[in-house]
């Protein structure tokens, strides 16, 4: 079945570290794929996407991902975090249907002063 | 750019009670979608629609109907709110196959 994962349910990184949230997903083909943020109370936000291309995408605000398609994975990258970085962050993905969007579970940042 | 409008912001019901959510975008966007997040979790499809007048059931349709009468708008209804239901709902649209947009949600409160 097609799956997306999102191993870490909560990350805690301190303040100017670098972060990496991992997203992994499950299928055969060359999926679309997205990163979004969620801040408290709020709907969710498009960081980045990558539909083709340079494996590495950038966003907004810093982040990065890169698409390792041997790996199956799309794992999301910050030099440096800030404390306004914290946030829920779901990863999302798009396979066979062009309609429908396949979720992780969303992976919390916490920033350390 | 364009914005998703969700209304209303918060919504309490009562138990049993038939409860109607909004939504309207401005992108001009074909499909349009409804999750529902609950607290602290992630997000589940409750219905889509690919165009006007198009309905597609989510893995969550169950206890809810839906309805786009209009490109630019989809309501969602909770046929028979549940006491102690207590989610966020919320509304995106897209291009097809494309990356989705968000509303800010409609949190909802069963009594």
């Known amino acids: 079945a097609q799956s997306v994962t999102q191993p870490d349910a909560r990350v805690t990184v301190s303040e100017g570290a670098s972060l990496q949230l991992r997203c992994k997903y499950s299928y055969s083909g060359t999926p679309y794929l997205f990163w979004y943020v969620q801040y408290p109370r709020q709907g969710l936000q498009l960081l980045l996407k990558?539909?083709?291309?340079d494996p590495v995408v950038q966003g907004v605000n810093g982040f990065e991902a890169e698409f390792i398609k041997s790996n199956s994975s799309f794992h999301l990258r910050k030099a440096s975090v800030h404390w306004s970085d914290s946030a829920v962050y779901f990863c999302?993905?798009?396979?066979?249907?062009?309609?429908?969007?396949?979720w992780g579970s969303g992976t919390k940042l916490i920033i350390k002063p | 750019g364009g914005i998703i409008t969700q209304t209303p912001k918060f919504l309490i019901g009562q138990e049993g009670q038939k409860l109607t959510l909004k939504c309207q975008q401005n992108?001009?966007?074909?499909?349009m979608y409804w999750y529902r997040q609950d607290s602290g979790k992630g997000l589940r499809l409750i219905y889509y629609s690919i165009t006007e007048n198009d309905l597609q059931k989510g893995d969550l349709s169950e206890g809810y109907d839906a309805s786009r009468e209009k490109k630019s708008s989809f309501s969602l209804t909770v046929t028979s709110a549940q006491k102690n239901e207590m989610a966020v709902f919320l509304c995106a649209s897209s291009m097809t196959g494309y990356e989705q947009y968000f509303g800010p949600g409609t949190r909802l409160t069963v009594l």
């Open positions: 999302a993905v798009s396979m066979d249907s062009n309609y429908q969007l396949i």
């Open positions: 990558y539909y083709s291309g």
């Open positions: 992108f001009n966007h074909d499909t």
